[in-house]
C-alpha cells in the first residue's frame, strides 16, 4: 500500500471524499485486482488485517464509492458485487455460480450507435449464461 498510498489519496481527494485510514485500505486491496468481490468478501479480507474494522464500515464505505463513482455494483444470482475497474468494460456473469469475467469492449463499438448530441452518463452491457466450469457440469448431467 505504501507505494500506492498517494494514488489513493488523490481518488479520494478528486471524488470529493474524506482520507481515512479505512478507505485507503480498502482502496489499496482492491482497486487494481480484476476481482468482483461481495462486501462480505471485502470485509473478511480486512478484518484479518484490521481486526477491529467492522462489517457496517465496510458497508458504509462500499456505499460512499458507489456514489461517488469509484465501484459499480454488479448485481448476481447470489448478491451484489463490486466492480473497482473504472475503464471502458462489461461483464460476463454465470447464472449458476455468479462468477463475473471482465470483457474488453472497444469504443468503435459505441461509436455505431447514433448518440451525436447526447451526454453519456453511463454504459452498461452485461452478458449472462454459462462458465465454462458450470457447462462442463450441465454437460455432464444432459
Known sequence: MKGNLEKFQKILI??????????????????EKKEHPSAEEIWQRLKKRFPSISRATVYNILN??????????????????????NTLHSHFICQNCGKIIDIDIKEEILCKFKLEGKKIEKIDIQFYGYCEDCLKVIDKNE
Open 14 to 31: 478528486e471524488h470529493g471524499m474524506r482520507v481515512t485510514l479505512q478507505r485507503l485500505v480498502l482502496l489499496a486491496e482492491f482497486y
Open 64 to 85: 460512499a464509492f458507489e456514489e461517488k463513482g469509484i465501484v459499480i455494483p454488479l448485481n448476481t444470482p447470489y448478491c451484489t458485487r463490486y466492480d473497482f475497474n
